[in-house]
């Protein structure tokens, strides 16, 4: 087994050499005029500054907390070395967003480039691009949890009777996750804060008062728009997904280590198994990246489909195959079944999510409908979509949750988060790829590249946007496995598996009310921000609009960079508060009591998952209801409906891109805060 392990560091390696390959192959490609050379240097120059200044921010907050963890973590199940896996963890995931971010900024203008060549050339860069985010991403995961494994264990003797056993090492491991996390959280609200303000900014003041299109370079804040689309959508959910991945595979195996000791293996093949999958998932993933092609004129959508589904087709097969050699045969089939009820939730689950938010289904469609009535009805329209929404993946998501628990128990519940995530590489290349396609498009609109290239780069962006909506929805489902892994884990660390949980004890009850409560002031706070910068954002492209002379005709130049300053400036100051929340509380709870800590998380998890799929949903929705009005329906641009239809979408904007998506970060971290500090609690 020993041997076997090793292979896995070395698939991380294969991961992030394969990112490299196709980074150096991206920066080759003819970068277009002039013109577009310098819209998207503005681009990259504002994300790049918005990166490091947030990471500026969070390195103070990584070492005071590392050094705090190692202070406190003292006892028989733990070790101040948890503090070098929260460092390794942090580390990680900054460089993921890093490296992410630096591509997809070179492939926006790139993609542009190519779209003038023909649609396949454009699919070609866009998804060369995206695949760096997800190589790097499942790269970095893999190599820094099997390195860390491999160095505690071979150091401390995990498994044997020398020093440290294998619970204290896997309880050490998992200060990776809560590296990880930390990072996350504050790249997603960070991130959706940043980009929200600037789309609020953009389409208030742009599209309704000054009547100008979307990408219309007269709008000062058009290139604080084009950075929000890769801090938030590139570097943010590359963060998101990060931590669900090496969430699940520690998740996996704490709970490996008990499925061990109660089914009688005198090996350590359940705890190995979730770090194996992982590796194996990228293999298949860089697979996968080569089928994703089409002919010109062909449908890039069954491109990217092609890619995806072929890469989880394919997973499921080795998976049956490592399944069956590495545990025991009245084991194994239990174990699989669980494995596949993960992976079938997550397409299930984007597919539901695509319904409720596509332009060419009837929920974002009512809403159009509803807009011909004005602002209120489009937002009443919206809420209810978004509200309805949430049954149908509640109900999947349960039903993958007692598949797995009944074939598997707890292990098969990490198991099938593991195979929702297991083919993360080419999922989040194909989430990456929308980013890029919508910049590819702005900076086709804004350098007049003519209406053949901005039809293929709509084509590109119209995928992306699909794309993004399934990617919320696989990313919501993840978090929710993910994050029952992780609460599991951790109720087998405190005894809480052999005691219960009892609603009925009144600091239970308690803990369950103020978990309820935490994604709603959670949301409020990130919402407010956006708020608060997009009134900024509003007021200086309203003063731009009135100083700057010859704006509006063209001859005029924007002070692009005062637009991304203000949002850059809002994101850090406000992304601290939600943060800090989220670690503090389970810290402050967990300290009076153990039974209140579970009820939290608990409360947490479910409430934080439901308005998670709300949020996603209706913004979602709200946003495409808007783009089929565009079509030419109910009066297309310009008309009443249409600027109904753009206020719903700016309501909808914090909803999709800020709130929803740090929602799955914070059930996942409460749940890694309490398990990385279960031995100090109790």
């Not at 940043?194 to 058009?222: C, H, M, Q, S, Y």
């Not at 489909?305 to 194994?332: C, R």
């Not at 929920?363 to 209810?384: E, F, K, L, V, Y």
């Not at 149908?392 to 628990?405: D, E, H, K, R």
Request: glycine share 14%; net charge negative; proline share 3%.
């Amino acid at each position: 087994m020993s041997q076997t392990l090793m292979l896995v560091p070395a698939a991380g390696v294969l991961a992030l050499l394969f990112a490299w390959w196709r980074s150096m192959w991206v920066n080759r490609q003819d970068a277009g005029t002039k013109e577009m050379q310098s819209i998207a240097d503005h681009t990259r120059v504002g994300a790049m500054a918005f990166l490091v200044r947030e990471y500026k921010v969070l390195i103070p907050f990584v070492i005071v907390a590392a050094v705090m963890l190692g202070f406190f973590s003292t006892g028989e199940d733990t070790h101040p070395l948890v503090a070098m896996s929260f460092l390794v963890g942090a580390l990680t995931s900054g460089l993921a967003g890093f490296f992410g971010m630096r591509v997809a900024t070179a492939a926006n203008v790139r993609t542009a480039q190519a779209a003038r060549q023909g649609l396949t050339r454009g699919l070609d860069v866009a998804f060369g691009g995206g695949s760096v985010m997800g190589m790097c991403v499942a790269g970095l995961g893999v190599l820094g949890l099997s390195l860390l494994f491999l160095f505690f264990s071979n150091t401390y003797g995990a498994g044997t009777t020398a020093n440290w056993g294998l619970d204290r090492v896997l309880s050490v491991l998992s200060g990776f996750s809560l590296g990880a996390s930390s990072i996350a959280l504050f790249a997603r609200v960070g991130g959706g804060i940043f980009t929200k303000a600037a789309d609020v900014g953009a389409d208030l003041v742009g599209k309704v008062e000054a009547g100008i299109p979307e990408d219309d370079p007269r709008n000062p804040a058009v290139i604080a728009d084009n950075v929000g689309d890769n801090v938030g959508d590139v570097a943010g959910m590359g963060a998101d997904l990060f931590e669900s991945y090496v969430g699940s595979i520690i998740g996996g195996m704490v709970l490996g280590a008990g499925f061990m000791a109660a089914n009688g293996y005198d090996n350590m093949n359940p705890v190995m198994l979730p770090l194996i999958i992982a590796a194996v998932g990228i293999v298949v993933s860089i697979l996968g990246t080569f089928f994703v092609k089409t002919k010109e004129g062909g449908n890039p959508q069954t491109a990217l489909n092609i890619g995806t589904f072929g890469a989880g087709i394919a997973m499921l097969i080795v998976s049956y195959f490592l399944i069956n050699h590495f545990l025991k045969p009245e084991d194994a089939m239990g174990v699989f079944i669980a494995t596949v009820g993960g992976l079938a939730a997550g397409i299930l689950i984007g597919l539901i999510t695509e319904y409720f938010t596509s332009e060419s289904k009837g929920p974002a469609q009512s809403i159009a409908r509803d807009s011909q009535t004005g602002s209120a009805t489009n937002i009443i329209g919206g809420i209810a979509v978004g509200m309805q929404s949430t049954a149908l993946p509640v109900v999947t998501i349960g039903a993958s949750i007692l598949i797995a628990f009944h074939f598997a128990g707890l292990y098969g519940i990490a198991m099938a988060a593991l195979g929702m995530l297991s083919t993360i590489g080419i999922q989040l290349a194909v989430d990456a790829y929308g980013p890029i396609a919508d910049n590819a498009g702005g900076i086709a609109e804004m350098a007049q590249l003519g209406p053949e290239v901005r039809e293929r780069t709509d084509k590109l962006d119209a995928v992306g946007n699909t794309t993004a909506a399934i990617g919320k929805g696989f990313a919501i489902g993840s978090a929710a496995l993910t994050a029952l892994a992780l609460f599991s884990a951790f109720t087998a660390k405190v005894g809480l598996q052999e005691t219960g949980l009892n609603i009925l004890d009144p600091k239970v009850m308690v803990g369950l009310l103020i978990g309820g409560m935490l994604p709603y002031v959670f949301s409020a706070m990130s919402i407010r921000a956006v708020g608060k910068a997009a009134f900024q954002m509003i007021e200086e492209v309203r003063r731009q609009f009135r100083e700057i002379p010859g704006i509006m005709e063209g001859t005029g130049t924007p002070d692009y960079a005062r637009c991304v300053d203000i949002s850059t400036a809002a994101a850090i100051k406000e992304m601290i508060a939600p943060g800090l929340l989220a670690i503090i509380t389970p810290v402050v709870v967990g300290l009076i009591d153990v039974g209140a800590l579970g009820g939290l998380l608990a409360g947490v998890t479910v409430s934080g998952v439901v308005l998670a799929i709300f949020m996603a949903n209706s913004g979602g929705a709200w946003d495409n209801a808007k783009k089929y009005i565009e079509t030419g329906a109910f009066g297309g641009k310009g008309s009443d409906a249409h600027k109904a239809a753009v206020v719903g979408d700016t309501v909808g904007d914090p909803f999709k891109d800020t709130a929803g998506p740090s929602l799955n970060i914070l059930i996942k971290l409460m749940s890694v805060v309490s398990l990385v500090l279960a031995p100090i609690f109790i």
